[in-house]
């Protein structure tokens, strides 16, 4: 997953650059045409390597709001490609939905593995065990540009998922996300009908 990831941006030639540079040359021509990004999980890891190769193809772009739910991503790679792009403004707004770290542990892996996924991909899928995601609750730090919201599974809070697979299909994450990329709330917000895909 890391791998298919990263491949479509690593050359010029590649169509994950060609796309890049199409966009970026559509936003330059289209100034009041905002971009928004929203990933979930390994989509964290995705759009890591995707904005960094943007900031390379256009430095001027700029990132109206990134949104990571639950991201798989480790604290190194976001160092190195997301944190910088933050940190210079190149993305405006980054919001990260996590679970509380007691629905982390609540979580399971197909009753097999009895944490979250995020707790495998740490112990087990990365090269050292218990290498910190920027997804897990208890590696989380205050970090200058980064707002991180935990759900505590309550209907009444920005997010009600209760598992790692839950962020997308959760009303309250996802009318979350969008109020916060519109800027208000949406006229026509997501209900559990048209999530149940």
Same mark, same amino acid.
């Given at each position: 997953m890391?791998?298919?990831a990263c491949t479509p941006f690593k050359r010029a030639t590649s169509d994950g650059s060609?796309?890049?540079t199409k966009l970026a040359t559509y936003?330059?021509?289209h100034p009041d045409v905002e971009l928004h990004v929203v990933g979930? /999980?390994?989509?964290?890891?995705?759009h890591a390597h995707s904005l960094e190769r943007l900031s390379q193809i256009a430095p001027? =772009?700029?990132? /109206? /709001?990134l949104h990571l739910l639950a991201p798989a991503?480790?604290?190194?790679l976001f160092e190195t490609t997301l944190a910088p792009l933050i940190a210079s403004d190149n993305i405006k707004h980054t919001v990260v939905y996590n679970l509380s770290e007691s629905l982390e542990k609540d979580d399971h892996?197909?009753?097999i593995y009895q944490k979250s996924l995020l707790y495998l991909v740490s112990n087990a899928f990365e090269a050292k065990s218990n290498t910190p995601l920027l997804g897990m609750a208890e590696h989380n730090t205050p970090s200058k540009g980064i707002t991180f919201v935990y759900s505590h599974g309550k209907v009444e809070d920005k997010?009600?998922? =209760?598992?790692h697979g839950g962020f997308d299909g959760d009303i309250n994450t996802m009318n979350s996300v969008l109020t916060d990329i519109i800027g208000n709330a949406p006229r026509y917000p997501f209900t559990e009908a048209i999530l149940d895909y």
């Open positions: 890391k791998s298919d060609y796309f890049l936003l330059a021509q979930h /999980s390994a989509g964290s890891i995705f001027d =772009t700029r990132v /109206s /709001s991503i480790n604290y190194a892996v197909a009753h997010s009600a998922s =209760t598992s």
